[in-house]
């Protein structure tokens, strides 16, 4: 079964500071994972997705994560957080469910991100 | 959002109302989703649609109802509201067919619902 955790339901820095927030999956194939950003009272927007083209993937607003299958892990880091970088962060992976390949993505629970001044 | 629209942004309801959660897409995507999201859960699968006139259900299918008569329309309905069914709704256009596992599924903006 696939699953993803997330370490961590608030993380908190300063801004300027580095920005990690941890993800650990479990999966029986190959996964596909995927970071998603939800600001506040608003929809889901995809930071980044791996797709096992490349191991570091480079996303929006100057993210990225990094995929170790040796640790089972795909962390979103951040070099200097920004005031804007306050949201909610979830990491998902995709499941193909049913008959027709339908992509189901399977989240964590989820990670607030505070950013102090 | 990627041409995902939702109605409405926010209902309260009492147990026992019904009600239709409206979403709809203008990009004659085939598979669409509905998605829960509760606090510490992350967002869990109600229903899903492959086509007009195909549905199947999610993980967390009871007390929730679909339909698809068009591509473009994928209407939730509540039929009797529940306090549990307090939650954000989330509409999705989701990837499905041969190269599913790489695409990206777009989330329509919401509906929070509370339920008295």
């Known amino acids: 079964a696939q699953s993803v955790t997330q370490l961590g339901s608030h993380v908190s820095v300063s801004e300027g500071a580095l920005v990690l927030l941890r993800c650990n999956y479990s999966?029986?194939?190959?996964?596909?994972l995927f970071w998603y950003v939800q600001y506040p009272n608003q929809g889901l927007q995809l930071l980044l997705k791996?797709?096992?083209?490349?191991?570091l993937v480079k996303g929006i607003n100057g993210f990225e994560a990094e995929f170790k299958k040796s640790e089972t892990s795909f962390h979103l880091t951040k070099p200097s957080a920004h005031m804007s970088d306050a949201a909610e962060y979830f990491c998902?992976?995709?499941?193909?469910?049913?008959?027709?390949?339908?992509?189901?993505?399977?989240f964590g629970q989820g990670t607030t991100l505070q950013v102090k001044p | 959002n990627a041409g995902v629209t939702q109605t409405p942004k926010f209902q309260v309801l009492k147990t026992g109302q019904s009600m239709t959660l409206q979403c709809a897409q203008d990009?004659?995507?085939?598979?669409m989703s509905w998605y829960r999201q509760d606090p510490g859960m992350g967002l869990r699968l109600i229903h899903y649609?492959?086509?007009?006139?195909?549905?199947d259900q999610g993980e967390v299918p009871n007390g929730y109802n679909v339909s698809r008569s068009t591509t473009e329309d994928f209407p939730l309905r509540l039929l009797s509201a529940a306090p549990s069914q307090t939650s954000v709704y989330f509409c999705?256009?989701?990837?499905?067919?041969?190269?599913?596992?790489?695409?990206?599924?777009?989330f329509g903006p919401g509906t929070r619902l509370l339920v008295l």
């Open positions: 998902a992976v995709i499941l193909l469910i049913g008959s027709s390949n339908t992509g189901k993505l399977i």
């Open positions: 999966s029986s194939v190959p996964p596909y």
């Open positions: 791996y797709t096992s083209a490349a191991t």
């Open positions: 990009m004659n995507h085939e598979y």
């Open positions: 649609s492959v086509g007009a006139g195909i549905t």
């Open positions: 999705a256009r989701t990837p499905g067919g041969r190269r599913a596992a790489q695409e990206t599924q777009y």
